[in-house]
């Protein structure tokens, strides 16, 4: 089967390398140049485990091409993926303006009978207009398919290869039995292909991102509640998470959610609840406690320093979560503007995310070559992301190059006690201060 994927962002590129790893004949078109370029010689735009190997591979044995020509990648394709970005305008809704004119591309193109297959997220209805602008141009039939994409940063090769379920709206025989036999490969181990009218399809992305937000920012608040009482989030998230009913994924405290994802699909479906005369004023709660969770961080720093002014803090993880170098919505940002503003200096590490730093802030602070590095005279140490060589460091080394011994840990990733006994000032999420 030949299949165009039109967008080389993370969906498109992890869903082209992918679908050619399994035998399919996939061409990635995008109009960056640079990055075509650059994915031609195996220089990938995004930092994503295992997917540099994808992609080599694949090109070398003749599976996987890129182009800037994006009609030549329509008229060859039996299905094409729009996998193109869709921003969050001002009011929050997404921003469609590029999976339009991909359609409109699209229906210029069209050379055989096609399904045309909307990877991006998108709002309910969006098929629909995808439709509409295919077939003010096509001159072939066409099928509109939405399939949501349901890949964790840092882990989405897995994801992909190896998906819980595979989502897909279909309002056609055809367009069901070729979406069926492309996601074969994928789902040999009995997992789910779930068939639904395309407007279900789309809602299940948005639904499923938003209770996952909601179990963040609900347990942030009983981690935050947690220190007032006097109980360890801890032991109240193994308690809780052993529920069947709730399971223990996503209810670990920390400084808020954020990446591509979350946040944009939050502020979509609300403006869509709006829209609609149906608001959703619990989905408006998670947004708010997550904007609020954003300043903890700052808050338990100054009052463990008694202020941040003239003070340095070294700063250990950058991206929104560990295995990316994403950086959108990240909680280290607004806690490295606070800290400017409040006149402290901001030495930072991340194992993978330094580059996109100092594309978004410069040399508004310094960069650490190692995380040990970031410590040098520092007056505290902040922990943001919890990248795996944060969880067992040296903490005697640690205790050597800070100015004073004071750890504000947003990821829980040390023990309290441990901490306390080794001479540090600890402070943690929902477990008390040591």
Known sequence: MRVGVVGTGYVGLVAGACLAETGGDVTCADLDAGKIEGLRNNVLPIYEPGLDALVARNQEQGRLRFTTDVPTAVRDADVVFIAVGTPPDEDGSADLSHVLAVADTIGRNLARETVVVTKSTVPVGTAARVREAVAKHAKFPFHVVSNPEFLKEGAAVDDFLKPDRVVLGVDSDFARTVMAELYAPFVRSGKPVIFMEIASAEMTKYAANAMLATRISFMNEIANLCERVGANVDLVRKGIGSDSRIGPSFLYPGPGYGGSCFPKDVKALLRTSKDMGAPMQVLRAVEDANDFQKGRLFAKLDAALAGVRGRRIALWGLSFKAQTDDMRESP????????????????????????????????????????????????????????????????????????????????????????AQLGFTYVSIGRGAA
Do not use: C, S
């Open 332 to 419: 280290a940002l607004p806690l490295i503007d606070a800290l400017l503003q409040a006149g402290a200096t901001v030495v930072a590490h991340d194992p993978a995310a330094m580059h996109e730093a100092e594309r978004r802030m410069g040399k508004r602070i310094a960069y650490a070559a190692t995380n040990y590095d970031a410590l040098a005279g520092a007056d505290a140490l902040v922990i943001v992301t919890d990248w795996n060589e944060y969880r067992f460091p040296d903490f005697a080394r640690i205790k050597a190059a800070l100015a004073q011994p004071v750890v504000v840990d947003g990821r829980n990733l040390y023990d309290p006690a441990k901490m």
